[in-house]
């Protein structure tokens, strides 16, 4: 469920509407809904969260739930039961038109809605009541950046920049709340039809809780939801033992926690470490055991790709398959031929990581222009992956070119999920705030030599 903290935080300016904010504020701390948010975790990790949403909901019924209690299940569904959060908020606005924050959530969800005008429109009344709150402004800018209202967006950004209130850390957690839809309804639908006995739900349930992404800086495994679902999945009676063996000994592999038990299960259910090294045929499934197995210290990244390697990248030629190609790119980082593998896995399956990977190796490799076919259709099928338009700008830079251009197609893929300055740092929007300098740079530019 979506955290309060960023409600409170930027609640704590608005003194003058202090009642309504402290009507939020008792109906989050009450032992009624402290008493449905722990049920609703418990039901979450049964893989429920769709009761555990209507549980909550049912804490204060909607004939007699008042606009606070709207607002706080507005909050906490938001990235869990996004229809319902969005009904809630847009009930809020309608009967609170002067409250600050109902415009601001409000203004998310026509954001995250695609509905850009609408969110410009809301984040401006929440400016007007709250001009100090930094992250409005930077959001606003991007629908406006989407509605190709450049001079605007820079205005707005600008408006961030020197707002006194709000952090840079909030502006990145709003976005992401934005644009991240939280796994665990993703989680519910393919446990529902795993249980049925449908394997290709099974491997993306097991893929899933091995790599939850709560967020765009946290992806961990979720031991609680893989016991549950190995559970579950061991209960179902499987029309091929053969893919159902690869599923569960993925989940037991990824729960062991020695280098000991991993090696043992493998062994045990003729997988990666047994006399013929045989590999799962499902890649996401041979991802998750390769994983177990690194993390573990079973083998080293060398070791693993002197055993394994060539057998996986021949799987993967047959295959096809992108998971199998990424575990194949993964065991050959730092040699000769990550290259080829990565373009001959972005021939293959169209994944914008690959693509992604290639031109960031031919630019360390100061083997990279503009003009360089690799770059050209990277942008040209990727136009939103960061990492790619961000050396767009660098070479367009670089090589003098013009820079309105790449600059807003740049700046709409920062938005679509930051870049990392290097690829072992976070991502963050500091690549976004330099984007808005340069914009404004050279719109400014425009206006002097039309003047």
């Known amino acids: 469920m979506r955290c309060l903290t960023l409600f409170f935080l930027f609640a704590s300016q608005l003194h003058a509407q202090s009642t309504f904010i402290d009507d939020v504020q008792k109906a989050s701390s009450s032992a009624e809904t402290r008493a449905a948010s722990e049920a609703a975790g418990k039901l979450g990790v049964q893989g429920r969260t769709s009761e555990g949403n209507a549980l909550l909901l049912a804490t204060y019924p909607k004939t007699s739930r008042t606009v606070a209690q709207s ?8 990235r869990q039961d996004p229809a319902t959060s969005y009904a809630l908020h847009k009930a809020v606005v309608e009967q609170r038109p002067n409250e600050a924050n109902a415009h601001l959530e409000w203004a998310m969800q026509q954001h995250r809605a695609g509905e850009f005008a609408g969110a410009a429109a809301s984040y401006a009344v929440y400016g007007r009541l709250q001009p100090g709150f930094a992250p409005s402004w930077g959001l606003q800018a991007e629908c406006l950046i989407r509605l190709n209202k450049q001079n605007e967006a820079v205005a707005a950004w600008t408006k961030s920049e020197e707002a006194n209130s709000g952090s840079v850390l909030q502006f990145e957690s709003m976005l992401c709340d934005i644009k991240l839809p939280h796994p665990n309804l993703k989680r519910e639908q393919l446990l529902t039809k795993a249980s049925k006995g ?52 993925a ?14 299960i493998l062994k045990k259910h003729g997988y990666l470490l047994d006399e013929s090294n045989t590999l799962p045929q499902a890649g996401s499934m041979l991802s998750c055991m390769v994983s177990a197995v690194e993390d573990n210290g079973v083998l080293t990244t060398a070791e693993a790709r002197e055993r394994w390697g060539e057998a996986i990248l021949r799987q993967a030629r047959g295959t096809k398959d992108v998971e ?27 994944d914008s990581r690959f693509a992604a990977g290639l031109v960031i190796g031919l ?19 990727f136009p939103e992956e960061s990492m790619i338009a961000r050396l767009e700008i660098f070479y367009a830079v670089r090589e003098k070119k013009p820079l309105i251009a790449p600059t807003i197609r740049a700046i709409k893929a920062e938005y679509s999920r930051f870049s990392m300055q290097r690829l072992n740092l976070r ?20 206006g002097d030599e039309q003047n």
């Open 71 to 78: 607002f706080l299940f507005g909050n906490m569904l938001f």
């Open 198 to 249: 449908d394997i290709v739900a099974a491997r993306k349930l097991i893929a899933l809780d091995c790599a939850f992404e709560i967020d765009w800086w946290n992806s961990p495994t979720e031991r609680n939801f893989l016991k549950n679902d190995l559970t579950r999945l061991g209960k179902v009676e499987w029309k091929s033992k053969a893919d159902s063996n690869e599923v569960l000994t």
């Open 251 to 264: 989940a037991e592999a990824m729960l062991a926690e020695d280098a000991e038990n991993v090696a043992a």
């Open 324 to 350: 199998t190609f990424n575990v194949a790119a993964h065991l050959a980082v730092g040699t000769p031929q990550l290259a080829s593998i990565q373009r001959e896995a972005w021939e293959a399956t169209n």
């Open 363 to 381: 630019a360390t490799a100061n083997e990279l222009s503009l003009e360089h076919p690799d770059l050209v259709a990277a942008l040209e099928q």
């Open 427 to 446: 991502r963050s929007a500091r690549f976004l705030r330099s984007l808005f300098a340069l914009l404004k740079k050279e719109l400014e530019k425009v």
